[in-house]
T-cell receptor, first 115, second 112 residues
Framework: DAGVIQSPRHEVTEMGQEVTLRCKPI?????LFWYRQTMMRGLELLIY????????DSGMPEDRFSAKMPNASFSTLKIQPSEPRDSAVYFC?????????????FGPGTRLTVL | QQQVKQSPQSLIVQKGGISIINCAYE??????FPWYQQFPGKGPALLIA?????SEKKEGRFTISFNKSAKQFSLHIMDSQPGDSATYFC???????????FGAGTRLFVKA
């Protein structure tokens, strides 16, 4: 089975540019999470969806960040405009509906560098 | 606010030794306590998890010890191997849903 798929794996952009990160959750999983990982702040939850609906976006750092889940198999995290402090590894994770105790299945991450 | 405090930040252990990583949490509403393992260039992956109704859970060389009254839990890796070298994150999950809060991580290096 394919796990969580993220693209691109690496992204280098210049300050002020729009960046779009993509995630395909595991088929059948109803929850999708976006995380950001940095050395300074560790692994931070940005937003999560249930059945394509955003449930908690309190971790989204500012209005420059937005996330969508147009269908059960695709989500995007957009940063517009990007800033150097957005440089981080962004992970997507999914969880099945079967129970609260289920593990989160993480994708390989997108390493974003904003110059 | 920091709801999960993890220590140490880094750990060096000889092959065959015991690795111990500790976590403390602040909110009693947390009721699921997983540990994740992350290798360089990869996403975190669940290693082992415990619920607060038990004080210990063991899976192979990995054991979680849980102290509900002290609001602390720890990961013990017995007979540590070089392949265990990775970053380990403790995490807590609240009773309200799936929101998971991660500790800062511990970089473990097992010397051959």
């Amino acid at each position: 089975d394919a796990g969580v798929i993220q693209s691109p794996r690496h992204e280098v952009t210049e300050m002020g540019q729009e960046v779009t990160l993509r995630c395909k959750p595991i088929s059948g999983h109803d929850y999708l999470f976006w995380y950001r990982q940095t050395m300074m702040r560790g692994l931070e939850l940005l937003i999560y969806f249930n059945n394509n609906v955003p449930i908690d976006d309190s971790g989204m750092p500012e209005d420059r960040f937005s996330a969508k889940m147009p269908n059960a198999s695709f989500s995007t995290l957009k940063i517009q405009p990007s800033e150097p402090r957005d440089s981080a590894v962004y992970f997507c994770a999914s969880v099945p509906q079967s129970g609260r105790w289920d593990t989160q299945y993480f994708g390989p991450g997108t390493r974003l560098t904003v110059l | 606010q920091q709801q999960v405090k993890q220590s140490p930040q880094s750990l060096i252990v000889q092959k065959g030794g015991i690795s111990i990583i500790n976590c403390a949490y602040e909110n009693t509403a947390f009721d699921y306590f997983p540990w994740y393992q992350q290798f360089p260039g990869k996403g975190p992956a669940l290693l082992i998890a415990i619920r607060p109704d038990v004080s210990e859970k063991k899976e192979g060389r990995f054991t979680i010890s849980f102290n509900k009254s002290a609001k602390q839990f720890s990961l013990h890796i017995m007979d540590s191997q070089p392949g265990d070298s990775a970053t380990y994150f403790c995490a807590v999950q609240d009773t309200g849903g799936f929101k998971t809060i991660f500790g800062a991580g511990t970089r473990l290096f097992v010397k051959a």
